[in-house]
């Protein structure tokens, strides 16, 4: 929960970032995007049922890591993003505790 | 966000250490839709200038350009008026339905999970939608924004009871689906 919770924080973060960095243009309109989603998946993934969320992260952050080799913009911008892109991948790797049982979990449906 | 553990005796599912459809679960999450409810109806307020000023702390006039934007005005009724239809559907569903809804009720608490979903979803295409299409922010757009994903985590472990409660009794679903002898 606490990763998910740190990742929810990148995800605000990357919200503000284009106004606390000052920057514009396409790495502003993709951490304007990125960041609901990234904030909203890491707040699903927070609950132990819905964990297994944690992972479509994965598909933001590769997107933040990669996307200022054809965004351009300035190089602050560029950096955030990485960076942040960083955290986030390495987040959604880490399930934390799950304290309670459920019935086998979303897996038994399937079997 | 485990909100408290409730132990209820024949009401915990098999397998499970708690009732996910215990009042102590559920009472929560139904006070953060109607809390939802709360700012859309307020919203929609200002929008059919039933209120004729919005607060709005931090971002000056972002609020009224979202509320007054085109995209809050694309179907016949405002964005915060549908959304505070949804909350209250939201709530409504999460509170129908006693301590064992999850086999007693299954197509309530399914309903219940499917509509969390999209009002989740919608929210935040209109949090992105602010500042890429408007340059603008809403305080309270936000923050409804943030109680509609917020209920999503903690009412998906009702809807997995109810869910693995179909699949053990899978040979006669629809009785099972409407709840018709546990």
Known sequence: MTAALVSAAVGLWLMAAPAVLGYGGASADSDRVVGPLVATFAIAAASQSTRSVRWVNLLPGAWLILSPAWLGGPWTAAVNSVLSGIAVVALSTVRGRLSYRMGGGWGILFK | MELQRARTGTDVPPGWDYNPADWSQRIPIIGVALLGCA???????????IVADVWEPFFGDG???????????????????????????????????????????????????????????VSVALVIAQPVAYDAWCTLCL????????????????????????????????????????
């Open chain 2, 39 to 49: 700012i859309a109806v307020y919203l929609a307020l200002f929008q059919y200038g």
């Open chain 2, 63 to 121: 609020t009224r350009r979202i509320l007054d934007s085109p995209l809050s005005h694309v179907l016949p009724v405002s964005d915060a008026a549908l959304g505070a239809f949804a909350y209250l559907l939201d709530a409504a569903t999460g509170a129908i339905g006693g301590r064992a809804r999850w086999r007693t009720m299954p197509w309530m608490v399914l309903l219940f999970g499917v509509l969390v979903g999209p009002l989740g979803a």
């Open chain 2, 143 to 182: 923050a409804s924004a943030a109680v509609s994903i917020v209920m999503i985590g903690p009412s998906m472990d009702e809807v997995l009871a109810s869910l693995q409660h179909l699949k053990r009794n899978r040979g006669r679903f629809w009785r099972a689906f409407w709840g018709k002898s546990a």
